[in-house]
């Protein structure tokens, strides 16, 4: 008898991890989930947020094994969804718990597109941290899950040049001095969070301590050497659209 989906949703998040490294299968948790998992704060009842859904990574070309996993695990493929977009994202739902489990294969393209499968085997169940955070920082239109969850993150980890319960500074800053819309995106984000703040009821030391990292994440932004292909695109600035607002797709 397979192994029944759990109904902590945690559990289950990390029973699929579990069971995809059984089957040779790299799956790796991203999202607000994967953030509650390193951040002791997201629990806070000043970022606390509900939880309903779990997205995954995996390598390229992993389509029909992951299908056939999340089949065997007890979920619902969206088909027809997942036969026009398999080859980059496929839909899953668990029916009892009104679930949406999404998994990004090779890449994440939302806002933006990030890489964030190169480095998926850094961390045993996540997304490395920078990763992590780049994937809520891109979103242009954030909303309060996602700032909670950034200030959550940011709070709990500093910035530095690793990646062991640390946010990879050089990794992001990297990605940034290479992709103008994206370094646009983030830094508008960082800026837009620092505004909310004051609505999330944080002690005056954990405002303080977000404040002065979201201002290292700003300066290596600006500091990082650009690419040739940054400075072009920086010539047209907000003049020309540099992001895409993803469809969402209907829950099961």
């Given at each position: 008898?397979?192994?029944?989906?759990?109904?902590d949703i945690q559990e289950e998040a990390l029973r699929i991890v579990h069971a995809g490294d059984a089957q040779g299968i790299l799956l790796r948790l991203l999202?607000?989930?994967?953030?509650?998992?390193?951040?002791?704060?997201?629990?806070?009842?000043?970022?606390?947020?509900?939880?309903?859904?779990?997205?995954?990574?995996?390598?390229?070309?992993?389509?029909?094994?992951?299908?056939?996993?999340?089949?065997?695990?007890?979920?619902?493929?969206?088909?027809?969804?997942?036969?026009?977009?398999?080859?980059?994202?496929?839909?899953?739902?668990?029916?009892?718990?009104?679930?949406?489990?999404?998994?990004?294969?090779?890449?994440?393209?939302?806002?933006?597109?990030?890489?964030?499968?190169?480095?998926?085997?850094?961390?045993?169940?996540?997304?490395?941290?920078?990763?992590?955070?780049?994937?809520?920082?891109?979103?242009?239109?954030?909303?309060?899950?996602?700032?909670?969850?950034?200030?959550?993150?940011?709070?709990?980890?500093?910035?530095?040049?690793?990646?062991?319960?640390?946010?990879?500074?050089?990794?992001?800053?990297?990605?940034?001095?290479?992709?103008?819309?994206?370094?646009?995106?983030?830094?508008?984000?960082?800026?837009?969070?620092?505004?909310?703040?004051?609505?999330?009821?944080?002690?005056?030391?954990d405002k303080a301590t977000i404040i002065y990292r979201l201002d290292i994440l700003r300066h290596a932004l600006l500091d990082t050497p650009k690419s040739l292909?940054?400075?072009?695109?920086?010539?047209?600035?907000?003049?020309?659209?540099?992001?895409?607002?993803?469809?969402?797709?209907?829950?099961?």
């Amino acid at each position: 008898m397979p192994d029944p989906i759990r109904e902590d949703i945690q559990e289950e998040a990390l029973r699929i991890v579990h069971a995809g490294d059984a089957q040779g299968i790299l799956l790796r948790l991203l999202g607000g989930l994967a953030i509650r998992i390193h951040a002791p704060s997201a629990s806070h009842r000043a970022l606390a947020r509900s939880y309903p859904d779990i997205d995954f990574a995996t390598p390229v070309r992993r389509a029909q094994l992951v299908e056939a996993l999340f089949v065997d695990l007890g979920y619902e493929p969206n088909k027809t969804f997942n036969l026009f977009n398999g080859d980059s994202r496929l839909l899953f739902y668990d029916m009892a718990h009104s679930r949406q489990i999404d998994v990004f294969i090779g890449g994440f393209e939302m806002c933006h597109r990030l890489p964030i499968t190169e480095r998926l085997s850094l961390e045993p169940l996540t997304l490395p941290l920078a990763e992590l955070l780049l994937t809520k920082l891109q979103i242009v239109q954030m909303n309060e899950k996602d700032v909670r969850d950034i200030c959550a993150l940011i709070l709990d980890h500093p910035f530095g040049d690793t990646d062991a319960e640390t946010i990879n500074l050089p990794r992001i800053a990297g990605l940034c001095a290479e992709d103008w819309g994206l370094w646009r995106t983030i830094t508008l984000s960082a800026d837009k969070v620092q505004n909310l703040l004051d609505e999330y009821h944080l002690e005056p030391a954990d405002k303080a301590t977000i404040i002065y990292r979201l201002d290292i994440l700003r300066h290596a932004l600006l500091d990082t050497p650009k690419s040739l292909k940054w400075k072009m695109r920086a010539r047209i600035g907000d003049k020309m659209p540099w992001y895409e607002l993803p469809e969402e797709v209907k829950r099961g």
